[in-house]
Every structure is written in C-alpha cells, then in structure tokens.
C-alpha cells in the first residue's frame, strides 16, 4: 500500500534556526514526490517536484532533497513568515493520484 | 488572476439536507479534483475528473457526486448529509492528469449537524 509519513508532526525553531523536515514514503513506483505549503484557513500552494533519487531543487530558504526512500525539506535560517505547514505528496506510477502526508506545522519566532 | 473560486466559503447544514460545493478555474486546465482535510488524516482525495466529461472515483468516494459539464466547472454534491462529512473541502486543478503540480482554491468549511 502506498503511504507517506511525515515527521516531526511540528516543529518550533528560533528565527535563524535551521532545521530540516522529513517525509518517507513507500509507493509502488514513484512517478514524483511534491512539496507544498499551507497557511492557516488557506488552500496548499505547490513548491516543488523531486523525480529521482539525489535531485534537488532550491527556492529562497527552502531546499528539498529526495533519496530512494525519503525526502528532507531543508530549512536555511528560517524566518517568521516561513511559518505554516509543509506537506509531502507522492505520486505513484500505478494510479497517478496523489498521496498526501498528515504535515509538518512549522513555526518560527522571532 | 482567480485561479480557483470556491463557493461557499463555509455553510453550517442540517444532517440529512443536500448541499452543493462550487468550484470554478479560469486557468483552463483539463484535470480537476475533489479533496477534503481532517485533522490527523491529512487530504483525502474524493473524486477527480481527467478531462470534460469524465469523472472518476477517489480513496473516499461514498455520499458524494461530482459532474464535469465543461473545462472550467466541477461541483461536489452531498445527497444527504452526515455529520462525519464535517471537513474542509478543498477544490484543486492540473494541466494534465497525474502531474503532481496541484493548484489549490481556498477551501470551503462545512459543518453538518
């Protein structure tokens, strides 16, 4: 069965702090593994895709990294309006539907 | 631009009434989706539709329905109301079936009591 797990389920970290967050997976042919970030009371917004196994992307602080049986989401001197949750999906090359983690709520004081 | 408008933004139901979810893109994307979010569960996919005309069933299907008439709308319907469909649904949009690059609208709170 395909299934994502993301871990910690939150995370405080100072303003600076850095930190990475994780999600494992097991899927029946990984089609891609996609990050996302939600605000409270707001609908996901999409921040990368990761195909194959040692690939990176980057955007500001946020650096994400995909093994054959994880992803991290790097956290560079975080800052407060980094706050929100990140969540992990997967997409398997049976179904092509997206699998969703429970999320890593992240806050950053200042 | 709007992207997804999702309508209402929140309804409190009675258990047993019919109520419909609205969802409109005006980015022309072929694929459409249905999730709803629950604390500790995470999003669940509902149902989904490829393209105009087709739809499909997602991981939790039961006591909903969907059509697809044109590209741009796709509503969620409850026949009837339960208090366990008590969530935030959340209307989303792709290019194309199964790229992982969702774009999501604001999501819609719904009580059933």
């Known amino acids: 069965e395909d299934q994502v797990t993301q871990s910690p389920e939150a995370l405080r970290l100072q303003e600076g702090e850095s930190s990475s967050l994780n999600c494992s997976y097991t899927v029946s042919g990984l089609r891609g593994l996609f990050w996302y970030r939600q605000d409270p009371g707001k609908g996901p917004e999409f921040l990368f895709t990761l195909y194959s196994a040692g690939e990176e992307k980057e955007k500001e602080r946020l650096k994400a990294t995909l093994t054959k049986k994880e992803s991290f989401l790097h956290i560079t001197a975080p800052k407060p309006e980094d706050s929100a949750t990140y969540l992990c999906a997967v997409s398997s090359s049976n179904t092509g539907k997206l699998i969703f983690g429970q999320g890593t709520t992240l806050q950053v004081k200042p | 631009t709007a992207g997804i408008t999702q309508a209402p933004t929140s309804q409190i139901l009675a258990a047993g009434r019919s109520m419909t979810l609205r969802c409109t893109q005006d980015m022309r994307h072929n694929a459409m989706y249905w999730y709803r979010q629950d604390l500790g569960l995470g999003l669940r996919l509902i149902h989904y539709s490829n393209t105009a005309g087709t739809t499909g069933k997602g991981e939790v299907p039961d006591g909903y329905s969907v059509s697809r008439a044109n590209t741009d709308d796709f509503p969620l319907t409850l026949a009837s109301a339960v208090p366990s469909q008590t969530s935030v649904y959340f209307c989303?949009?792709?290019?194309?079936?199964?790229?992982?690059?969702?774009?999501f609208g604001e999501g819609s709170r719904l009580t059933v009591l």
């Open positions: 989303a949009s792709s290019v194309g079936q199964g790229t992982g690059e969702l774009f």
